[in-house]
C-alpha cells in the first residue's frame, strides 16, 4: 500500500510491505524521497526518522535534480561513454541525429516540447544500444559456449539488464550511456545467467575468468547510477 505524505517541507512516498523488517528512506533519481516501512511501525515514528535526517535528504534531493535533464539546447547527455550537447533545430519534420558531439533535435511549430524531445532522446538510445549490444551478445555466446540468446531493449528505468528464467535477456535503452567496456560487462554478466541463474561463488569466477577487472568495471555502472546520470 502506497501513501503520499510531508513532513519538514518533504514530500515522500510511504510503502508498507510485509517483508520489510526497518524503516528505510531513499532519495530517487528524479529527486522524490521513497519510503519503505513494516506495517507494524507508526506514522510519527516514520516521519520522525525523516525530519532527524532532513539535511541530508534535502541535499541528496539537489544533488540528484541537478541532474535532470531539461530538454532545452545546451543540455549535456553521456552517450556511448562520452558527453554530448543537445541541439533544438525547427524543421519540417521531428527528427534526431548525432552529428559530431551534438545530438540535434528538429521539431516542429513555435517550440520544442520537452515530452517530444525526451521521447526523440529515448528512442535514440534504444536503436543505438540496440546495434550496438547485437555482436556483444554474439560474442559472449561464442566466448560461454551458448547459443545466441534473445535479447530486448526495454524502457527500464531501475535495471541495467536482466535474464529470464526462460533464458531472454532483457537491457535498458539506458545502457547507452554506458562505454564499450562496461556495455561489455554488463552484457556478459547477463549472460553468465545463463550458466549460473544465482550470484554464487561459481557465477563470480566466471565473470573472473572472461573478464579479471570484472569488479571495477561493475564499480563504474554502479557509479554512474548513483550520480542520477541513469535517469533519462
Given amino acids: 500500500m502506497k501513501t503520499q505524505g510531508k513532513v519538514a517541507s518533504i514530500p515522500y512516498t510511504l510503502e508498507r510491505r510485509k517483508s520489510s523488517r526497518l524503516i528505510s528512506v531513499r532519495v530517487l533519481g528524479d529527486g522524490t524521497v521513497k519510503v519503505n516501512a513494516p506495517y507494524r511501525v507508526s506514522l510519527a515514528a516514520i516521519e520522525r526518522v525523516i525530519v532527524n535526517h532532513q539535511e541530508t535528504l534535502r541535499q541528496a534531493i539537489a544533488d540528484q535534480k541537478m541532474h535532470l535533464h531539461t530538454y532545452q539546447t545546451g543540455d549535456a547527455f553521456l552517450f556511448g561513454g562520452d558527453w554530448y550537447v543537445l541541439e533544438l533545430r525547427e524543421g519540417a519534420k521531428e527528427a534526431i541525429a548525432v552529428q559530431g558531439k551534438a545530438i540535434v533535435v528538429t521539431y516542429c511549430g513555435q517550440e520544442a516540447r520537452p ?118
Fill in 115 to 232: 515530452l517530444v524531445v525526451q521521447h526523440l532522446v529515448k528512442e535514440l538510445y534504444r536503436r543505438t544500444v540496440k546495434a550496438r549490444l547485437e555482436p556483444l551478445v554474439v560474442y559472449w555466446a561464442q566466448q560461454l559456449g551458448l547459443p545466441k540468446p534473445l535479447f530486448s531493449v526495454r524502457d527500464s528505468k531501475s535495471r541495467w539488464g536482466s535474464c529470464s528464467a526462460k533464458g531472454r535477456l532483457s537491457f535498458s535503452l539506458r545502457c547507452q550511456i554506458l562505454d564499450e567496456v562496461q556495455l561489455s560487462y554488463l552484457v556478459l554478466h547477463e549472460m553468465a545467467h545463463l550458466v549460473h541463474f544465482n550470484h554464487s561463488k561459481d557465477f563470480h569466477t566466471l565473470l573472473a575468468l572472461h573478464m579479471e577487472r570484472y569488479k571495477q568495471i561493475q564499480a563504474s555502472i554502479f557509479a554512474l547510477q548513483k550520480q542520477s546520470l541513469f535517469h533519462l
